[in-house]
């Protein structure tokens, strides 16, 4: 199956955002940014293997690999000029494969990380071994494992291989200097994320050589439900300038 979905089709799009989900996400979180952006962005989701619809694939391991296999689905599937978002671990996924598209030739119109420190920062979290201290573990630091997960052992015997594979994936990261990327970097975080200071966002700005802006919002690791609104509308003012997209008053 396919790294990347249409969330929701929209042709007339100026710009395709591909969203990048945190570790052990789904790409379906971001469907209803469809119809926040809509009518002038077009929302996909990348998808890592071992999940939802590539559940019979075995997970990624290595980063190089599951960079070349996303950034090929982008210049094959992928109409037009395109931006990147992710969130913690899919921060790091979009800011390599925004490096993957600059070197072939098709730079992303602008990069959106959140909820993570600089790709140079090593992962803040040691893995326990066993499934339920890393559900403890990941709940205590990140806040983020909803109590109908905890409370089902089926959900969780399901659910831990896949945020193991993802946390692994996480750990093994090794940051390859380069030059900066040429488009902008917009960096976002909640204000009450204890894994990701003002200071760590702010940093994101020696990636780029081009504009950078950082905004921070109410919330945690996971602020991005509860200011769902201001993030899409921080979102569009930062795609639109480059597109002369047009926006409701709503």
């Known amino acids: 199956m396919t790294a990347l979905a249409?969330?929701?089709e929209?042709?007339?799009?100026a710009l395709r955002l591909i969203c990048f989900p945190h570790s052990g996400g789904q790409p379906g979180m971001f469907r209803?940014?469809?119809a926040g952006l809509a009518p002038d962005v077009e929302v996909w989701g990348a998808t890592l293997p071992g999940r939802a619809t590539r559940v019979s694939e075995p997970f990624a391991r290595q980063w190089s690999p599951l960079v070349a296999e996303?950034?090929?689905?982008?210049?094959?599937q992928v109409p037009g000029p395109v931006a990147l978002f992710g969130h913690s671990l899919g921060a790091l996924l979009a800011f390599e494969v925004g490096r993957a598209l600059t070197l072939a030739g098709r730079a992303p119109e602008h990069l959106v990380?959140?909820?993570?420190?600089t790709p140079a920062t090593p992962y803040p979290l040691t893995l326990p071994d066993g499934d339920e201290e890393l559900i403890d573990a990941v709940d205590r630091v990140y806040q983020g494992i909803p109590a109908a997960l905890r409370d089902s052992p089926e959900l969780l015997r399901l659910f831990a291989p896949v945020l193991r594979a993802d946390l692994e994936?996480?750990?093994s990261y090794v940051f390859r200097p380069g030059p900066p990327l040429s488009c902008p970097i917009t960096a976002l975080g909640g204000t009450d994320d204890p894994t990701v200071s003002e200071a760590e966002l702010s940093a994101w700005r020696r990636h780029t050589s081009g504009a950078f802006a950082s905004?921070?919002?109410p919330g945690g690791h996971f602020y991005l439900d509860a200011a769902e609104?201001?993030?899409l509308d921080t979102l569009w003012r930062c795609l639109a300038p480059r597109h002369a997209l047009t926006r409701s008053s709503s």
């Open 6 to 8: 249409c969330l929701g």
């Open 215 to 217: 905004a921070r919002f």
């Open 32 to 34: 209803r940014w469809v």
């Open 10 to 13: 929209n042709p007339a799009a």
């Open 229 to 231: 609104r201001p993030v």
């Open 113 to 117: 990380v959140s909820a993570r420190a």
């Open 70 to 76: 996303i950034t090929d689905a982008v210049l094959d």
């Open 169 to 171: 994936l996480a750990v």
